[in-house]
């Protein structure tokens, strides 16, 4: 069982930045996938918006490629996304996502708002 807690959401105003942060409760160098994924408004589905393999280079949805960073802290045991330049169609929940052992864990997700 992996458990994952997410923070870092909040309000932005158009061009800010925010830093998402998702403690794993396991050791993150048996995790075969890791990545963020959010739901916006409207949509059942969530999508993928960054992701990164264990050891691996990491993956952006086109319409956050040089504006999010996904990155891991070790010693912190932390996925993290930093997002810039910020604009309101980013607003949505955004999710943690790991895969151990061939099954995909959540974290409860956290709001993430662009709003002037």
């Known amino acids: 069982q992996v458990q994952l807690v997410e923070s870092g959401g909040g309000l932005v105003q158009p061009g800010g930045s925010l830093r998402l942060s998702c403690t794993v409760s396991i050791n993150m160098f048996s995790l075969e996938d890791m990545g963020w994924y959010r739901r916006t408004p409207g949509k059942s589905a969530r999508e993928l918006v960054a992701s990164m393999f264990s050891g691996g280079q990491p993956n952006y949805a086109d319409s956050v490629k040089g504006r999010f960073t996904i990155s891991t802290d070790d010693s912190e045991n932390t996925i993290n996304l930093q997002m810039s330049n910020l604009k309101p169609d980013v607003t949505a929940v955004y999710y943690c996502?790991?895969?151990?052992?061939?099954?995909?864990?959540w974290g409860q997700g956290t709001q993430v708002t662009v709003s002037s």
């Open positions: 996502n790991v895969i151990y052992r061939r099954t995909h864990y």
